[in-house]
């Protein structure tokens, strides 16, 4: 069962930066999908960023240029630098991962970052507010 454990959320104000980690465990050899998703209160749960095993990474647009993925595979830790941070980024912050970045159901093909599994494993969050 894998463990998904998030830290360096924080309050910053627009412009300033944070960076999150992830420490997944039993995590080996890129075997997983992993990838951040935030919440906003009353909004519904949505895809930033994602790498595959092969390094290969997604980010939604409204990140694009300013959130960084990367990994370490040492410490088993994924991180998410996030720069030029605005208010309209204020959300808990979740660490996710899952046998792939992308999947095929009965209703189609989709990117984890976009459509989550059931069977996706979730952190309990980090809150991030921008002000």
């Known amino acids: 069962h894998v463990q998904l454990v998030e830290s360096g959320g924080g309050s910053v104000q627009a412009g300033g930066s944070l960076r ?8 080996t050899n890129n075997q997983y999908c992993l990838g951040w998703f935030r919440q906003a209160p009353g ?3 949505g895809g930033v960023a ?11 647009g409204s990140v694009r240029g300013r959130f960084t993925l990367s990994r370490d595979n040492a410490k088993k830790t994924l991180y998410l630098q996030m720069n030029s941070l605005k208010p309209e980024d204020t959300a808990k912050y979740y660490c996710a991962a899952d046998v792939g970045c992308t999947y ?9 970052i ?4 059931t ?6 969050g980090t809150q991030v507010t921008v002000s």
């Not at 095929?104 to 984890?112: A, S």
């Open 43 to 45: 909004k519904e749960r």
């Open 119 to 124: 069977e996706t494993y979730w952190g309990h």
């Open 104 to 112: 095929c159901g009965d209703d189609g093909c989709y990117q984890l």
């Open 114 to 117: 976009h459509k989550p599994r």
């Open 20 to 27: 999150l980690s992830c420490v997944v465990s039993q995590y």
């Open 50 to 60: 994602s790498i595959d095993r092969f390094g290969f990474m997604a980010y939604a």
